[in-house]
């Protein structure tokens, strides 16, 4: 018999809502006092500059307006820790759609204020049940809000590691959600109980096939905080660099995640 499939943890969806609202609003506010100089700046994702990403950033959260904009598909095809692995196909779509939407719209303030008033007036009266069919593949809103905690804590990082001193802060409930869907889909990805992967406050998972634990101090351990960890699901950075640099402690013949990092690839 197969292993019975990770069944994805609940989330309160007026929290959710509650918390794109605020990340973005966050992200809004700092590449509002950006200068053309810095808005020109290299960033971490290949050739992008400042502004292809900030415009990025209203792309992956403008898609739930647009979205609902439309008629309702019939039915779901694509499960919340599913999402991680599906996004990775979309990434030459993403890129030019990136880019257009950042030549076609010089005043950026003037964007996020706009998707923001949309993204509010949307999401004040949709239920959660309601389908969505977007890039990677029809979602109930509920699911594909928790997926944009992700887009929006790892792209608030990479603003943050492009612009020295930006200094885009990390809405608790958006960062919570972000490290629990992640730690969540290398579960799935990975099932078993020989390792067990921490990241406190906010998550802790078992995976890997092997020896499970049940008691006492589990003899492979994983533990790392919030933003290295999404840093390594998201492929922002190497498990052996995260491991060299102390980011990450790592004990027992199982405790090596290398080769299943990042789960959005």
């Given at each position: 018999?197969?292993?019975?499939?990770?069944?994805?943890?609940?989330?309160?969806?007026?929290?959710?809502?509650?918390?794109?609202?605020?990340?973005?609003?966050?992200?809004?506010?700092?590449?509002?006092?950006?200068?053309g100089?810095?808005?020109?700046?290299?960033?971490?994702?290949?050739?992008?500059?400042?502004?292809?990403?900030?415009?990025?950033?209203?792309?992956?959260?403008?898609?739930?307006?647009?979205?609902?904009?439309?008629?309702e598909?019939?039915?779901?095809?694509?499960?919340?820790?599913?999402?991680?692995?599906?996004i990775?196909?979309?990434?030459?779509?993403?890129?030019?759609?990136?880019?257009?939407?950042?030549?076609?719209?010089?005043?950026?303030?003037?964007?996020?204020?706009?998707?923001?008033?949309?993204?509010?007036?949307?999401?004040?009266?949709?239920?959660?049940?309601?389908?969505?069919?977007?890039?990677?593949?029809?979602?109930?809103?509920?699911?594909?809000?928790v997926?944009?905690?992700?887009?929006?804590?790892?792209?608030?990082?990479?603003?943050?590691?492009?612009?020295?001193?930006?200094?885009?802060?990390?809405?608790?409930?958006?960062?919570?959600?972000?490290?629990?869907?992640?730690?969540?889909?290398?579960?799935?990805?990975?099932?078993?109980?020989?390792?067990?992967?921490?990241?406190?406050?906010?998550?802790?998972?078992?995976?890997?096939?092997?020896?499970?634990?049940?008691r006492?101090?589990?003899?492979?351990?994983?533990?790392?905080?919030?933003?290295?960890?999404?840093?390594?699901?998201?492929?922002?950075?190497?498990?052996?660099?995260a491991?060299?640099?102390?980011?990450?402690s790592?004990?027992?013949?199982r405790?090596?995640?290398?080769?299943?990092?990042?789960?959005?690839?």
């Open positions: 018999m197969p292993p019975a499939k990770k069944r994805a943890r609940t989330y309160d969806p007026a929290k959710i809502r509650t918390a794109v609202l605020t990340q973005f609003g966050h992200v809004r506010r700092a590449v509002s006092g950006l200068t100089e810095q808005l020109a700046l290299p960033t971490r994702l290949g050739s992008w500059t400042v502004r292809d990403l900030a415009a990025h950033v209203v792309l992956v959260v403008g898609v739930t307006s647009r979205a609902l904009e439309r008629d598909p019939a039915k779901a095809e694509l499960r919340l820790l599913e999402w991680p692995a599906a990775a196909a979309r990434a030459g779509d993403i890129d030019d759609a990136t880019r257009e939407l950042a030549g076609a719209h010089p005043d950026l303030g003037a964007l996020y204020a706009d998707t923001e008033e949309r993204l509010t007036r949307h999401l004040a009266d949709a239920p959660g049940d309601r389908l969505l069919a977007v890039r990677t593949g029809t979602m109930s809103l509920a699911d594909f809000l997926t944009r905690t992700v887009e929006l804590v790892a792209h608030s990082d990479d603003l943050n590691a492009a612009v020295p001193g930006l200094g885009i802060p990390y809405d608790r409930q958006t960062l919570a959600a972000c490290t629990r869907l992640l730690a969540d889909a290398l579960a799935a990805k990975a099932p078993g109980g020989s390792t067990e992967v921490r990241i406190p406050p906010y998550a802790v998972v078992q995976c890997v096939e092997g020896p499970r634990h049940t006492g101090t589990p003899p492979n351990v994983v533990e790392t905080d919030p933003l290295t960890w999404i840093r390594l699901a998201t492929g922002r950075v190497a498990w052996q660099d491991v060299a640099e102390a980011k990450v790592a004990s027992g013949e405790a090596d995640l290398g080769g299943l990092l990042p789960v959005m690839a």
